[in-house]
């Protein structure tokens, strides 16, 4: 059973760089062919799909997002991480992590979400 735990802060300031991390277990991040993903929920919103890091460390943006996010991986912890830069009220969000298997957004396992607020 894959299971996986978004971590971070759940305040974070205007114009700051939002970092989250999702920690995996029962399964590695290296392996073939999954894909890794950071999704979001605004209030009232469907989800939103942020980016994903493959196994092979590849990483793939949403085009509204790319320019302030980055994904990277720590595979000596099975972590990978989400970095959101210049954040306004507007990423408000629930942040979730989950795994698929190539990119797509048919996910098979998804953490239980983190809900954070940017807000002075």
């Known amino acids: 059973q894959v299971q996986l735990q978004e971590s971070g802060p759940g305040l974070v300031k205007p114009s700051q760089t939002l970092s989250l991390t999702c920690t995996v277990s029962?399964?590695?991040?290296?392996?073939?062919?999954?894909?890794w993903n950071w999704i979001r929920q605004p209030p009232g919103k469907g989800l939103e799909w942020m980016g994903s890091?493959?196994?092979?460390?590849?990483?793939y943006y949403s085009p509204s997002l790319k320019s302030r996010t980055s994904i990277s991986r720590d595979t000596s912890k099975n972590q990978f991480t989400l970095q959101l830069s210049s954040v306004t009220p507007e990423d408000t969000a629930v942040y979730y992590c989950?795994?698929?298997?190539?990119?797509?957004?048919?996910?098979?396992?998804r953490g239980q979400g983190t809900q954070v607020t940017v807000s002075s």
């Open positions: 989950a795994r698929a298997k190539g990119l797509t957004v048919d996910y098979d396992y």
């Open positions: 029962g399964g590695s991040i290296t392996s073939r062919y999954y894909y």
């Open positions: 890091i493959a196994y092979s460390g590849s990483t």
